[in-house]
């Protein structure tokens, strides 16, 4: 069964540095999600992605939060300068049309120290 | 603005017992209700979902009720088994425009014990 893969499942990072969260989403799937999940909290939607350019994103998603899809597989989310209050769990996930199921990927963990 | 409102926080339910966790909404535009699983260290994944023409939708063991006048919904999880012990979040989203975000509740951590 096809499914969302993300890398990398851990990342620590010093405050102010950038990182780059990287996901594959389900191959034949047009929308493309970025969430995050603060430890204990409620998942958070962040920007939705759609035909090469963002079609949603919430106030969370500021200056600092990038996407790109670099190549026809791989759709990243880069943060410019990490904050001690970006660490949570990222998860991706991809649907295949607007209205369609969201599969999510296993998540990584940002860690800013 | 908290669109999706989860109760309860936590539930203990014995062996082959009835789960129930019920989630409100405020957005009448919401017109998909999904219910996701997570295990820990695991992306939430979809358990059942349902969309408001309809008032229950049954999938095995588990059942979604929702009621549109009251904008409340709930998850029944019938014979639980120590193997649903997760947290479940209830989500909503409206498609009008393209919009297709999920807005989540807070989680319930459901421990089902032998």
């Known amino acids: 069964e096809p499914e969302v893969t993300q890398t990398p499942s851990h990342q620590v990072t010093q405050m102010g540095q950038e990182v780059i969260l990287r996901c594959v989403p389900i191959s034949n799937h047009l929308y493309f999600y970025w969430y995050r999940q603060i430890l204990g909290q409620k998942v958070e939607f962040l920007v939705s992605f759609y035909n090469n350019e963002i079609s949603e994103k919430s106030e969370i998603f500021d200056d600092q939060f990038s996407v790109e899809r670099p190549d026809g597989s791989n759709f990243t989310l880069k943060i410019r300068s990490t904050k001690l209050e970006d660490s949570a769990m990222y998860f991706c996930a991809s649907s295949r049309v607007v209205a369609d199921t969201q599969y999510f990927g296993p998540g990584t963990r940002l860690t800013v120290l | 603005q908290q669109q999706v409102k989860q109760s309860p926080q936590s539930l203990i339910v014995q062996k082959g017992g009835i789960s129930i966790i019920n989630c409100a909404y405020e957005n009448t535009a919401f017109d998909y209700f999904p219910w996701y699983q997570q295990f820990p260290g695991k992306g939430p994944a979809l358990l059942i979902a349902?969309?408001?023409?309809?008032s229950e939708k049954k999938e095995g063991r588990f059942t979604i009720s929702f009621n549109k006048s009251a904008k409340q919904f709930s998850l029944h999880i019938m014979d639980s088994q120590p193997g649903d012990s997760a947290t479940y979040f209830c989500?909503?989203?409206?498609?009008?425009?393209?919009?297709?975000?999920?807005?989540f509740g807070t989680g319930t951590r459901l421990t089902v014990i032998p």
């Open positions: 349902i969309r408001p023409d309809v």
């Open positions: 989500a909503a989203s409206m498609h009008f425009g393209g919009a297709n975000n999920l807005f």
